[in-house]
């Protein structure tokens, strides 16, 4: 059986900077570049286009920049994994990708293991954000209560429940419109509090609140 390739989406307005990475990937198990883009705002079209599994983009990018493009691709593509890759060491950066939608976050002076790492774990449904930013800073550190952000191991689905559950619906209400069973949203539900490290709804919900899933 021919095995799956993860399909990338190269976009960052230096060109030297697309084909380094587009080599460097090419060097990768199970991956295949499809396409590197130097202009953000030609993103949505070609992903209209083309089949992508994930998006790797730069943060700094004029008209979109990174994390207006990820917004963007959440509410315009939301299969498409969004991977910002930044040379931005800030901890306001990290959680306005977070409070985006963003899956991962890695510094450009990353490897290729890591690189390889964060592509594995957002197409195995998880997210990923660089030790090297989640430990840098103390305030950070002290908001994400350790030195691991609970976030980021949350899957796309557990994002889902724990923004409707924050928009305060109702178990039913939660199954309804995510087309799955009650059952499966208790699950979810059992899965939120033991990763966040929460007792009850009022946890989850100032969880959500502090990433920008709910206001």
């Known amino acids: 059986m021919k095995p799956h390739y993860t399909r990338l989406l190269l976009v960052d307005d230096h060109q030297i900077v697309t084909d380094s990475l587009s080599l460097l990937f090419s060097t990768l198990r199970h991956v295949e570049v499809v396409g590197c883009l130097n202009d953000s705002r030609r993103v949505d079209g070609f992903l209209r286009e083309h089949k992508v599994d994930m998006v790797i983009c730069d943060l700094n990018m004029p008209h979109p ?3 207006e493009l990820t917004i963007q691709l959440k509410k ?3 299969s498409v994994k969004v991977l910002l890759l930044t040379m931005v060491e800030d901890s306001h950066a990290l959680f306005d990708a ?3 939608g963003a899956h991962g976050y890695v510094l450009k002076r990353s490897g290729r293991k890591e690189l390889e790492h964060a592509i594995n774990e957002l ?3 998880r997210h990923y954000f660089a030790e ?3 430990g840098s800073f103390p305030n950070v550190k002290a908001d994400l209560s350790g030195d691991v952000n609970p976030m980021a191991y949350l899957t796309d689905r557990e994002l889902d429940v724990l923004k409707l559950i924050a928009d305060e ?3 039913n209400e939660i199954a309804d419109k995510l087309f799955i069973s009650v059952p499966t949203v208790e699950t979810h ?3 939120l509090m033991k990763k966040l490290n929460v007792k009850n709804v009022v946890g989850m919900v100032k969880y959500a609140v502090r990433f920008g ?3």
């Open 132 to 134: 090297d930013i989640t």
């Open 65 to 67: 920049n990174g994390i």
């Open 169 to 171: 619906c109702s178990t």
């Open 189 to 191: 539900r059992r899965h």
């Open 213 to 215: 899933l709910s206001t």
């Open 76 to 78: 315009m593509h939301p």
């Open 123 to 125: 197409m195995e449904g």
């Open 98 to 100: 977070l409070k985006a």
